[in-house]
């Protein structure tokens, strides 16, 4: 008997450089950057541009940092210089609320995706609902999933997937994995759920490419990648180095790679002072697992109080702190002056 072999999946690629990129310049970009790289990712094909605070709707504050723009005036921007592709926006309930949800869908988004901590999926309930109910695509990840194990994932991705979440996935939300790491987790959420599985890699540990081929093959089929890689920490996944794996491999992808790289090209030139790189406190930020965020903040903190970022960052990682725990950067710094001078 024979078979016929099954065709690479179709994976969509999911763009957030407007978003995650903006942790890498402390949420300064302004509406001509925007809507530059908007219209650059729109004319390639880009399926879907996600734009907002590195944070999500709503986050911008003194605690993580304010955005030079309004989630309206980042919306707005990114709304109009888009013509085929999708927009869309991220929130973390309990920085983003429902009325900025509604706010966003008014003004123009077309998908939602609801951040919560890696075992607190049930917070994404109600809004996921919500957005059901307001007829935009709504998607749910879970945040510094490596400090979950592949059978809880499993679980809570189904759950998201109950309320009406249309895709479900991971976010190595401190460049922690290697693949085998993320074929475990792909793997037995892509047995648990019916609807496409999200992936979105840093580079931490200068694995971002290789972990998403990982998850495609896994079965992930939405992808995250941005341009130059731009985003927290040592950067995301690099947009068009993993669209033109993922094209040699077989998967389509719809994207024209030589208008893609031009709007690579356009992020390296007008959205960042330099392309990211797994410098040493971004790598141990991966080997400690601690959200890559947090690097500008420990930079600061750590300079400020005399210590050494490197030793702050294990020390993070030993207390397990996650995104939104800012706060615990200055008080874990002060707690190694006051060990060293004990």
């Known amino acids: 008997m024979t078979t016929t072999p099954t065709a690479p999946a179709r994976v969509l690629v999911y763009d ?14 302004d509406a001509a950057q925007l809507r530059a790289y908007a219209a650059a990712a729109d004319a390639a094909g880009v399926p879907v541009v996600e734009v907002g605070h590195g944070n999500g709707l709503g986050a911008s504050s003194l605690q993580i940092g304010r955005a030079r723009l309004s989630d309206d005036e980042m919306l707005t921007t990114v709304r109009d210089a888009l013509t085929r592709s999708r927009m869309a926006v991220f929130m973390v309930p309990g920085w983003g609320t429902s009325g900025d949800l509604r706010n966003a869908v008014a003004r123009g988004a077309d998908v ?40 809880q994932l499993a679980e809570q991705c189904a759950l998201m997937a109950g309320w009406g979440a249309q895709a479900v996935g991971i976010m190595d939300s401190a460049g ?14 892509a047995a648990a759920v019916d609807v496409p599985v999200i992936f979105h890699g840093h580079n931490n540990l200068g694995m971002a490419v290789a972990n998403s081929v990982a998850a495609v093959t896994a079965g992930a089929t939405v992808i995250d990648g941005c341009a130059r890689g731009f985003g927290a920490g040592a950067g995301n996944t690099q947009l068009e180095v993993v669209v033109a794996v993922l094209e040699r491999l077989g998967h389509p992808t719809g994207i024209d790679l030589k208008a893609l790289l031009h709007a690579a090209d356009i992020a390296h030139e007008q959205l960042m002072p330099a392309p990211p790189i797994t410098d040493s406190v971004s790598l141990v930020s991966g080997l400690a697992g601690v959200f890559s965020g947090f690097k500008k903040p420990v930079l600061q903190v750590a300079e400020r109080e005399g210590v050494d970022p490197v030793d702050l960052f294990f020390a993070l990682g030993e207390r397990g702190v996650v995104a939104g725990q800012e706060d615990l950067i200055a008080e874990t710094a002060l707690r190694l002056t006051t060990t060293a001078g004990a």
């Open 176 to 189: 922690h994995y290697l693949p085998a790491d993320v074929t475990q987790r792909i793997s037995a959420i």
């Open 112 to 151: 939602a995706r609801i951040g919560t901590h890696c075992t607190e999926a049930d917070i994404s309930e109600r809004h996921l609902g919500e957005l059901r109910d307001m007829g935009v695509e709504a998607q749910g990840v879970l945040l510094m999933s490596h400090m979950a194990s592949p059978a």
């Open 16 to 29: 957030p450089t407007l978003r995650d990129g903006h942790h890498a310049v402390r949420h300064q970009l």
